[in-house]
């Protein structure tokens, strides 16, 4: 039985505009101490951008991250979950796209992130209540 993800949700979030410059976001992430920021235009939120998508759609290809926007190198379909999906799913959804965050969606409402990180504690914190589980069953 997987809990579901709604404990390790981080609701605070560094956000960026899409217009702004893929150097901006690389700025901001080093300030935060972050590895991803989400991405917003007028209507909303548009998508996450990660030091993934930096490294490989502009360091690797040699592009201008001064110049480059960040609405240019964005992936255009971005995985959303809710807060009742389970962390199975979650890692099964980070290995089928290879990705390492999800945009957390209560209805059209964001509420924050995950990351693989945030789902390996969520295992971790499982299995530790089955052993307290297990320890009391046996001891009693």
């Avoid at 150097?23 to 209507?43: P, Q, R």
């Avoid at 040699?62 to 979950?81: H, M, Q, T, Y």
Wanted: glycine letters at 4%; charged letters at 30%; hydrophobic letters at 45%.
């Amino acid at each position: 039985m997987s809990m579901t993800i709604a404990p390790k949700i981080v609701r605070r979030v560094a956000t960026i505009d899409e217009n702004k410059s893929v150097l901006d976001a690389a700025k901001l992430m080093t300030e935060e101490f972050v590895g991803s920021v989400v991405v917003t235009n007028v209507s909303g939120i548009r998508g996450l951008f990660t030091e993934r998508e930096l490294m490989m759609n502009v360091v690797a290809k040699g592009k201008d991250s001064e110049k480059v926007r960040i609405k240019d190198v964005l992936a255009s379909d971005p995985i959303k979950v809710s807060p009742s999906t389970t962390a199975d799913l979650c890692l099964d959804l980070m290995k089928e796209h290879r990705c390492r965050h999800l945009l957390v969606f209560e209805g059209d409402e964001f509420v924050g992130i995950v990351s693989l990180r945030d789902m390996v504690a969520l295992m971790i914190d499982e299995k530790e209540d089955l052993i307290q589980h297990l320890e009391r069953y046996i001891a009693s």
